[in-house]
């Protein structure tokens, strides 16, 4: 009897070890996250004095703005081919001080040409990143916890947005005015160095991802990682898995497009480009002048925009709590569903003039955190799952690409839309873009909770 006991004990004391060693991992790779969400909120502090400083058009100013976006573009695209040829680990490496250039590249220039060859080196970075880190986390998380190990990546993000508020605000505090315009800017820019060094630092304790290591022949180095993930059984079990979805014919383009795989193509990319324009980051790039809409001062506007990052970051973490227990289908209809009545009853408000009281805070925060608990991490789970081992590398690209290209639009064409369709049918046009992203989850995204990446293989060969 206590020889059972201690059996059984020490297989509870292997199974705490294996998730410490995961989480712990997941955590250093969620960090891409972070820089993610640094880098792309740092602007906001920056741009007012960087308009005066470089005597910026308004042209000019979305260019300061999106220069960014057109950087990670190509990063996202080129980041599967290249983790397949050389790894993921080396790649994401590669993208840290991509980053760190970048962020010494802002924060130096003389010139505005400079500055955007800098954001743009710095969006290569971010790109690989954000396809890179969760596709990373869900090759090496068990599938019982993959999704919310997965989701740390946008928890990451939505914190480095919410820590970027406060430290631009500390900078521009340091000095006067002139201070601001001369140096404040660049110092905003340039604490991006810190974030991005110790990602770096890190990378070098985590191993590269098993499932790419069997798919290079090297099942012996993949082994041991297996293990302190699953202990012995499991850990064999998974590599003969592994080796089996890699005995098919060898990943490539064309193959994408077969019976089995177009679907899971048309999910990813579908779900990527309805992440962005369901409206988010048209809320979240320029909350403050939507609330200016509703008739809110400058300084509340600024206050009501906190409560957003505020909601977000919330909804995130709960998020990353349900995924796992509810399931991506789940969350997906909620969330998709809430955003759809939220924007109709924005747009409502707006094209009624009831926008004086708090009714229009009050749904822009509903939409934000019903963003947070579904589109937002579920997506990024999605794209990093769903792809077959021998494919996901080019196609996870493709989809996160999609996305970034999806996003680049929706930033650039929200404010013309907001001065010249309005606010009202700006909105409802979101709401019809979530009305379509709930329907489209309903009849074409399938529900991954608890399938092993090997088994949503197996899944999609056979149509389902």
Not at 38 to 62: C, H, P, W, Y
Not at 107 to 118: E, K, L, M, Q, Y
Not at 168 to 187: C, E, F, H, P, T
């Amino acid at each position: 009897m206590s020889s059972i006991t201690l059996e059984h004990s020490s297989e509870q004391d292997n199974q705490k070890i294996s998730m410490k060693f995961v989480t712990l991992v997941s955590i250093v790779a969620a960090l891409g996250g972070l820089l993610f969400g640094f880098d792309t909120a740092v602007v906001s502090g920056a741009i007012g004095f960087m308009e005066k400083r470089f005597n910026l058009n308004d042209f000019q100013t979305g260019w300061a703005v999106s220069s960014l976006i057109i950087g990670c573009i190509p990063g996202a695209l080129f980041s599967g081919m290249l983790s397949d040829k050389f790894g993921r680990k080396k790649v994401i490496i590669a993208a840290a001080l991509l980053f760190i250039i970048g962020s010494i590249g802002s924060a130096i220039p003389n010139t505005f040409s400079g500055f955007i060859i800098a954001r743009m080196i710095g969006g290569v970075g971010i790109g690989i990143t954000s396809t890179l880190c969760p596709l990373y986390n869900a090759e090496i998380a068990p599938a019982k916890f993959r999704g919310r190990l997965v989701a740390l990546n946008q928890l990451a993000t939505v914190t480095g947005i919410s820590l970027v508020y406060f430290i631009n605000l500390w900078i521009a505090g340091m000095g006067d005015d002139a201070w601001d315009v001369s140096s404040a800017w660049r110092w905003m820019f340039g604490f991006g160095v810190i974030p991005g060094a110790l990602f770096l630092v890190l990378l070098f304790f985590v191993p590269e991802s098993p499932r790419w290591l069997i798919k290079q022949g090297r099942a012996a180095a993949a082994l041991p990682v297996l293990l302190k993930i699953h202990g012995e059984e499991l850990a064999k079990q998974e590599v003969r898995d592994i080796k089996e979805s890699f005995s098919q014919e060898k990943g490539s383009f064309r193959q994408l497009f077969s019976p089995g795989l177009r679907m899971a193509l048309i999910v990813g990319v579908g779900l990527a480009i309805l992440q962005q324009v369901t409206g988010i980051n048209a809320v979240m790039y320029y909350a403050p002048e939507i609330f200016k809409e509703t008739g809110a001062g400058t300084n509340a506007a600024l206050v009501q925009t906190i409560f957003v990052g505020v909601i977000n970051l919330l909804f995130t973490i709960l998020a990353i709590w349900l995924i796992d227990k509810v399931g991506r289908k789940a969350l997906m209809l909620v969330g998709s569903a809430a955003m759809l009545i939220s924007l109709a009853v924005i747009g409502t408000a707006f094209q009624t003039g009831h926008t004086s009281g708090p009714l229009v805070l009050i749904f822009i925060l509903i939409y934000v955190a019903a963003f947070a608990i579904s589109l937002g991490p579920v997506v990024w789970v999605l794209i990093s799952e769903i792809f077959p081992n021998r494919v996901r590398g080019i196609a996870t690209a493709i989809a996160s690409m999609a996305l970034w290209i999806a996003d680049y639009v929706v930033s650039q064409a929200f404010p013309p839309m907001l001065s010249s369709a309005g606010p009202a049918a700006t909105f409802w046009i979101f709401g019809v873009m979530s009305l379509i992203c709930l329907v489209f989850t309903w009849r074409a995204v399938p529900e991954t909770k608890g399938k092993s990446l090997e088994e949503m293989e197996a899944m999609w060969a056979q149509g389902k």
